[in-house]
Every structure is written in C-alpha cells, then in structure tokens.
C-alpha cells in the first residue's frame, strides 16, 4: 500500500504528483536500514588520548562542575545545555493515529530530533515517558530542566496536554512548548494570513470552522483570536459536533471557553458557506457534500497526518476555486509544525528566553507568512522538483527545505523575545546573528560572509555576461539586493525582459543596468582594444568585430578590460576551457602571477583550498611550486594563514615512485624561493589533513594540519573534489580563477543562483578595495 498519494493541481484541475509514493516496506526499510532508527550522538571534543580523558572525565571535568556549582548561567558556557532541547511524548495522540502509547511513539519522537538538528543545528534528544497520569508525567519531566535548554511537548493528548504544559511552564526556568498546539498554530496562522490576502478576504469578517478540539485546534483557534479575528465566527466541532454554548457532552474548560452561540448542531451544518475549514482531526472527516457547500473561493487547510480529512485530488474533482494545504509532504502547501519548531526554538535558546511568549508565536508567523511573497530561491525550485513556486494558491507558505527560514524565523522570534522581557540574553546586531544562522544551516556562508561584508564596503560593478539565462538574472537580483553592488546584465534588452517577466523576476530595481552589446556606444572602443592585442596573433579585424558583435564573453571581459566594469562572471552555458580561452584573449595574466583554479572545500567546519582544480592539465614540479604561491596567495587574502601541502601517494619517500618526483622536486624549488608561508610534502592527503598522522613524521614542517592542497595533477584535483561535493559530506565553491590582471570568475556549467551570486561576490572582492 503507498504511504504517500498524488497532488492536486488546481489550477489544470488535473491530479499530479509531486514525488514517488513510498510504500510501507520502504518506510520500514529506511528506519532498519544500517543503524536502527534515525539517530546517533557524536561527540565534540576529541577522545583519543590519555590527556583528552583528563581534561574531559576525571580529574578536568571537575573544574566546570565547581564553576557552574558557583553560577548556573556557566553551565550555557561549560555544557550542551544552552543548545539541546528534549522532544518529549506518552504517545496519547500520535499524529492523527491516536493513543498508541510511548513506545510507538519514538519513530515519530526521533524524527522530530532529527528536524531539529537538520534544520535549525539545535541538539535534540528523543524522550518517551510511559504514563498517561499527568502527574507522573509531570513529575518525570520537571526534574530534567538542568539537562535541557528547552523542553518540546509531542503528540500529547487534549486535554491533558493543556494541563502538563501549563503546569510544566510554571515549574521549570526553560520554554516550554507543546508543539501540536502552538508549532501548528504559528504555520496555520501564517497560512491563513496569506490564504486571506490572495482571496481578498478581511481577518475580522471571515467565517472558520475548525474540526476537531483538541491540542492542535484549541491552540489555532487561540492564535487567530489573538490575532484578530471575531471569535463569534469561529465554530469548532469534534467527534460530537458542533461546541455551542450550553452543550453538555464531552466538553471540558478548554472546549467551553470556545463555544459559540449557533443553531448548527452538526459539522456539516457548520461547515454551509463558511470561508475556512481547519481539520485538525482524523483521517477522511469532510464529505464532498461538506466541501461543496463551503462560501466561493474557500480555504481548506486539511491538516490530520498523515491522511488528511479530505485529499486535495477530492477537493479537486468537486471545485477549481478552492486554497488547499495539508499536513503532507508530497502535497504543495505543507502546513506542518516542521516548518516552526527548529526555528522558534533555534531564536528562543539564542536569547536564552524564559517562555516562548504570544508576541514570539505572532512574529514567527508573519515572519513565514511574509517570506512565501518573496521570490524563491533554486534551492526551493529544486525542492519541489524544479517547479519554481510563486505566491498565489499552489504556494501560500515556504517548503520544509527553504534555506532562508534558518535566518528569517530565528531573527523574528528572537527580536520580539527581547522586546517582550523575556530574554535573559541581548543580540544587538540582528543582522550579524542572521548571517550567523545562514552559517549554522550552510557552511559555505560562513566563509562567503567575510567577502560578502567587505564587498558590500565597497560595491563593484560586476557584469553579468549571460544575461539571458534565467538563474543569472535571479543571481543578478540577489546580488543587488544584498547590496554587492551594480549587477550589468549582458545581451538583449527584450529578450531579457520577456524571461523576466515570464520567470516573474522584477529588474526594475537600483543596481540592474542592462547593456546590449549590439546597441552599445561603446563598442568601437572594445573592437579599437581587442584588435590592437589580436591582429598579430592571426585574427583581422572583422574577427574581432564579430567576436565582439556576438560573443558576449569576449564583450564582457573587454569591458572589465577597459574599466567599464569592475569584474565578470560567466560559466553558466559553456564548458570552463572555452570560458577561459575566450577571457584570456581579452585580459593578460597579472604580471609575477599564475592563473590557476582553487576550489574551496567546507567540511566538518574546516575549510581547505585545492589547488589545480581548473588550468594545468599534469604540471611540471616549477609549475606545481607556482601553484602552491598561487594558491598561498588565495588563501591569505581570504584571511586563513596558509599551510601548504603538497601532496602525493607516497609520504616523504615511501612508497617510493617516480609519480611523486615532480612533488618532491617542487618542494625544492619552493626552498630555493625562500616563499612567506609553510609548505611542505610530499606527503598523501591522510598525513596533511589528520594531526595524528602528521605526528608519525615529526620532521614535518608544518605547524598543524594543511588547509591548502596542492594537488599533483588536474585529475587528481577535479576526482577528489568533485568526489566530496556529490558524497554529500563537504560543499565545494569554485574552482574559482586566479592569477589574471583583472576579476573574472567562471562557474560550472548550468550553475544555481546561489552559487553564480557566490562567484559574482568572489569576482568584485577580488576587484580590490
Ligand atoms: N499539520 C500539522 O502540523 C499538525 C497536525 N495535527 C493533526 O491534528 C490532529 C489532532 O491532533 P491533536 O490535536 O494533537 O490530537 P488530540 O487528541 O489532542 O485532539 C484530537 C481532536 O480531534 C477530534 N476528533 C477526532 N476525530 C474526529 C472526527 N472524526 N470528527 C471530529 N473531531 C474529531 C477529537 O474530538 P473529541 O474531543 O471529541 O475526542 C479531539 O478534539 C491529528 O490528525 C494530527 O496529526 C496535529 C499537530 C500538527
Ligand atoms: C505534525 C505533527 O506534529 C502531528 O501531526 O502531530
Ligand atoms: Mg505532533
């Protein structure tokens, strides 16, 4: 039986899919598969010798448990405390599934640790408390406060959830948090919002009906009355229907403080010609009877996992004008606490809050609900399968993989924290802890953050040689947005401005210029400076009058050449050699200089630079000691103090071969030149990048491990690196191109927007202050 179903495509009517169905065997196959379940403990200070042991464990431990014995507040400096957090459960309401008890809740327990780590870098531990007393359970969970930096409630059901949560926050000095009420709440508030901006509907006159009454309704329910709207136009309804004033059976304090004064007894009574439907309560729960007879234009946010109360494709089959989301995955609109929890917690635990607070729960919200208006990133059109979502019906709020949530919720959460007395911590510079977040999720912007600060010092104007192209106009946007500078979009004007307009890409923005080069009054001079370098190298001058005329990478480089613009960037549609030759034609090596290729690689929080990775084919040992200067040179002005490796298969000597001779030969030179930074090898990639096995040769001159590699041969280069981007574990940026008199940088072919903006902000750093 497939676990996950098809899609509703509302605007063709027809029902598509957004991903493979996954049957049940392959769920299970995923969670027994190598190591049972989702997740493991790694450590994070090293325990390898006997020293480490007595700094770590007995007798060093000692001193921290005596400096946080004498003031608490250590323990954020001295433990995991101030970024661990326990997902904690009885199982009584998992998911829609029901009470299935502690134990059967663990998959769903570990999976929630795992988003917390994914998504926000929060340490998170899975706890299943097998009780459905709610003193026990309180008592269990109050006592654990010293472990944690904040407590998530799961799948606990209403009402004793309220009272577990309530109690728990008046005991313990942490946030507490039950998920399933107020995770849901935030990403179905954020919904709405955007959900009654596209239907032209006003929060204070719209009708909702919410299915269901328990942790997760009660808690929307509060959320949108904090927010606005009329609470007499909110009915809920549960197993027993409508919750009216007066009724009797199955209520408690939570459903009465609710209850509405109505003649509907039934949820198919309520749900005639109201604006919004919630379900938030079991498999199947609306008819298409029920659906049909909702107001024009509704909202149906069908939310019960992982079978929603009714399915997009049935919603479908009976109306075209309907707003759809559900709690899935495999169904556009996913409101789903996923997309709150990481992140509320990640700005709650950075400003070490008390609570998490209505006015923290508000901000989150908007902070959501404004970020599905804002264009979308590759990352977000890769996750849904390259179609690029766009504000309107099909996208009313971001998907789990947005990479921006890192930085857009956290900041939210914790500015309204501070503003609302609740942190015990100030950040006074929002912007720099944004950048920070970025960093957490993507660690390649930690390493472009430092460029991306200086260039916005001093802003460049970078041309953009394959304007055309859809992915550059979007870096183009994104570089001035993030205030690098001017963005030159190259190629013609209409045809640039028919994909922008088709893409939905506003140009219309300070720092987009666009120059055609067929148009351009600047032309004669770029012919006059091209012919004067090519006519004694075979070309006449109609060649260069062509090149000029229709090649863009020739105009763009000569107009870097000539002054008219700081740096360029191109790469996007043709193979880096031939990007390359065609530069190089325009623009001279930089006099004492080599053009070589370095590809940074981001691993682990370490960062090494490679070096071949773009122009020498099998370089002699002169050419690999001018490597190394080269690639030396790179890493110093992207502040890291070189230690250059070159490396081999063998290590000084052994095994012994004539591969590792031009290696050996060009350490010589490189002691011959008398170079500025630490060098050494030849040696393999093990010795230079671990401490212990450089220990075996302590002769070995550098002072800790390599963080540049010189490689033997482009081959080498190009397998290792590119060998690391698609094993997952690094991310890899460049190779980017060095050693020419003025910035230009090449990407890979068919490159993303993040990573052409990444090269556009390399190529105006390196244009110098
Ligand atoms: N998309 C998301 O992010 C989230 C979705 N959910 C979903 O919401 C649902 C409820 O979860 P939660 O609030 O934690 O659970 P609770 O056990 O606290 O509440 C369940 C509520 O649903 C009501 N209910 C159950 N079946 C029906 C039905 N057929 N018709 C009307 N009401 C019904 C119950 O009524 P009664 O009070 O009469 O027993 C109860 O009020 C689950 O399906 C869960 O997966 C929850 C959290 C997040
Ligand atoms: C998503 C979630 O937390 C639930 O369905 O219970
Ligand atoms: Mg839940």
């Not at 209403?158 to 998920?179: K, Q, T, Y």
């Not at 149906?300 to 989301?325: G, K, L, S, W």
């Not at 911590?425 to 999720?441: H, M, N, Q, T, V």
Request: with cysteine.
């Amino acid at each position: 039986m497939p676990v996950n179903g098809p899609s509703n495509d509302k605007n063709s009517g027809k029902v598509s899919r957004n991903r493979a169905s996954v049957t049940e065997q392959e769920a299970l196959d995923f969670h027994s598969e190598g190591r049972p379940g989702k997740l493991e403990i790694t450590p994070t200070k090293p325990m390898a010798t006997q020293r480490d042991l007595s700094l770590a464990y007995s007798p060093g431990v000692a001193v921290p448990v005596l400096a946080i014995a004498a003031n608490p507040a250590t323990a954020y400096d001295y433990t995991t405390r101030g970024n661990m957090v326990a997902v904690i459960s009885n199982g009584t309401a998992i998911l829609g599934l029901g009470n299935l008890g502690a134990l059967a809740s663990k998959p769903v327990m570990e999976g929630k640790s795992v988003l917390f780590k994914r998504f926000a870098d929060v340490d998170s531990i899975d706890l299943e408390v097998d009780t459905e007393n709610v003193d026990e359970f309180i008592n269990c969970v109050r006592f654990l406060g010293p472990s944690f930096g904040g407590i998530n409630l799961e799948d606990i059901k209403a009402p004793e959830c309220f009272i577990i949560e309530s109690r728990l926050r008046e005991l313990m000095d942490i946030p507490v948090f039950h998920d399933d009420q107020h995770g849901t709440a935030i990403i179905a508030a954020a919904g709405l919002i955007n959900a009654l901006e596209l239907t032209g509907r006003d929060l204070k006159t719209t009708k909702l009906v919410c299915n269901g009454a328990g942790a997760a309704a009660i808690a929307c329910v509060e959320l949108i009355k904090a927010m606005g709207f009329n609470p007499a136009n909110i009915t809920l309804c549960d197993t027993k229907g409508v919750i009216y004033q007066g009724r009797t059976e199955g209520m408690n304090q939570w459903k009465s403080a609710h209850a509405v004064k109505t003649d509907s007894r039934s949820l198919e009574e309520a749900m005639k010609g109201a604006d919004v439907v919630f379900g938030l309560s079991q498999k199947g729960a609306f008819t298409e009877e029920m659906i049909r007879s909702l107001a024009p234009k509704p909202i149906i946010f069908a939310m019960a996992n992982p079978d929603p109360e009714i399915t997009p494709e049935e919603v479908a089959r009976i109306r075209d004008d309907a707003i759809m989301a559900t709690g899935r995955s495999d169904y556009p609109n996913q409101v789903n606490n996923v997309l709150g929890f990481p992140y509320i917690f990640r700005g709650a635990l950075d400003v070490r809050a008390r609570q998490i607070n209505d006015a923290m729960k508000i901000a989150a919200a908007q902070a959501l609900a404004d970020l599905a208006r804002e264009d979308v990133p590759d990352d977000v059109a890769a996750a849904y399968q390259g179609n690029r979502p766009r504000f309107g019906a099909q996208y009313i709020i971001p998907v789990p993989f947005d990479p921006r949530l890192i930085s857009a919720i956290p900041v939210a959460v914790a500015k309204a924290a501070m503003e609302s007395g609740v942190a015990q911590k100030d950040i006074p510079d929002l912007g720099a802890y944004a950048a920070e977040l970025s960093a957490r999720r993507d660690p390649i912007a930690a390493t472009t953050q430092g460029i991306y600060d200086r260039v916005k010092r001093f802003p460049k104007r970078v041309v953009f040689a394959e304007a055309e192209e859809e992915q550059v106009m979007r870096a183009a946007v994104t570089f001035t947005h993030h205030k690098l500078g001017t963005a030159i979009l190259l190629g013609r004007d209409d045809v640039i401005r028919a994909t922008a307009e088709k893409a939905g890409i506003d140009l219309d923005r300070p720092g987009i210029e666009i120059v055609n080069a067929r148009i351009s009054d600047r032309v004669d001079t770029y012919i006059d400076y091209l012919y004067e370098r090519l006519q004694r190298q075979g070309f006449l001058l109609r060649d260069v009058q062509r090149l000029i005329h229709n090649d863009r990478n020739h105009f763009a480089a000569t107009m870097v050449a000539t002054g008219d613009a700081d740096a360029m960037v191109t790469g996007t549609t043709r193979n880096y050699a031939t990007a390359l030759s065609d530069v190089r034609r325009c623009i001279d090596v930089k006099p004492g200089h080599k053009v070589i290729g370095v590809s940074i690689v981001v691993a682990r929080g370490r960062t090494i630079f490679v070096a071949d990775t773009a122009v020498h084919d099998m370089p002699n040992a002169e050419q690999i000691a001018d490597i190394a200067v080269e690639a030396a040179r790179v890493a110093r002005r992207m502040g890291y103090e070189p230690r250059v490796a070159l490396l081999a298969y063998s290590t000084f000597g052994q095994p012994i071969g004539e591969r590792s001779e031009r290696v050996r030969e060009a350490v010589k030179i490189l002691d011959g030149r008398r170079v500025d930074f630490e060098y050494d090898g030849e040696m393999a990639a093990d010795v230079a990048l671990n401490a212990h096995r450089m220990e075996q040769y302590p002769f070995c001159r550098l002072s800790g491990t390599a963080n540049v590699l010189v490689m033997p041969a482009i081959h080498s280069a190009s397998i290792a690196t590119r060998m690391l981007q698609e094993l997952g574990a690094s991310t890899v940026i460049g190779p980017l191109l060095v050693g020419l008199d003025k910035s230009v940088q090449i990407t890979q072919m068919g490159a993303k927007d993040s990573d052409i903006v990444n090269m556009a902000a390399i190529a105006a750093y390196n244009s110098g202050s």
